[in-house]
């Protein structure tokens, strides 16, 4: 029987065309009120995932 993608892990993750796995930063979501711009820029954008991460992540997504 085939494994199933994990769908939480699908919704998130997003594979770059050269393999690398990316995700969306942490903290933009509420509470931006208090933050600087400057923060809120920086939070913007992608970036690569954990290397500690990135063989359970692959398994996860059945790459």
Do not use: C, F, W, Y
């Not at 699908?10 to 400057?38: C, D, M, P, Q, Y």
Request: charged share 40%; glycine share 10%.
């Amino acid at each position: 029987m085939k494994n199933k993608t994990h769908s939480g892990t699908k919704k998130r993750i997003k594979v770059s065309g050269t393999g690398k796995l990316l995700r969306e930063k942490a903290g933009k979501r509420h509470l931006l009120e208090k933050k600087s711009s400057h923060k809120t820029r920086q939070l913007a954008g992608q970036t690569e995932a954990a290397p500690q991460d990135d063989k359970r992540l692959r398994r996860m997504l059945g790459i």
